[in-house]
């Protein structure tokens, strides 16, 4: 469901407010929370080299039980400002649980 819209956001740099205000314009329905709520993703092989962690964001929407996780990657170094810097969207998926 919307997969060929979220594409279009998918290799985007962007503010997760933002990706929340085209979440919202793509599914017509409004979200909770404007940033989603965010998760470290962990890998079985770290690469302790990369300059980027891997991060998901997930936004509910006001519909159902429905929600959208949107995979980003971030600098290290800015991780304690995900919520204001521009991040890397890698994927976006609608999850219903209908």
Do not use: C
Not at 32 to 41: A, F, L, M
Not at 44 to 66: G, I, R, W
């Amino acid at each position: 469901m919307h997969e060929q819209d979220f594409n279009l956001l998918e290799g985007r740099s962007i503010t997760l407010p933002e990706l929340g205000r085209e979440i919202e314009n793509i599914t017509g329905r409004q979200i909770k929370d404007s940033t989603g709520e965010i998760k470290r993703v962990i890998a079985h092989l770290p690469n302790f080299e990369s300059d980027t962690d891997t991060f998901v964001a997930t936004y509910q929407l006001d519909y159902k039980n429905d929600f959208i996780d949107a995979t980003f990657t971030a600098p290290k170094s800015e991780r304690s400002r995900l919520k204001e810097i521009a991040v890397n969207v890698e994927l976006i998926s609608y999850i219903s649980r209908a």
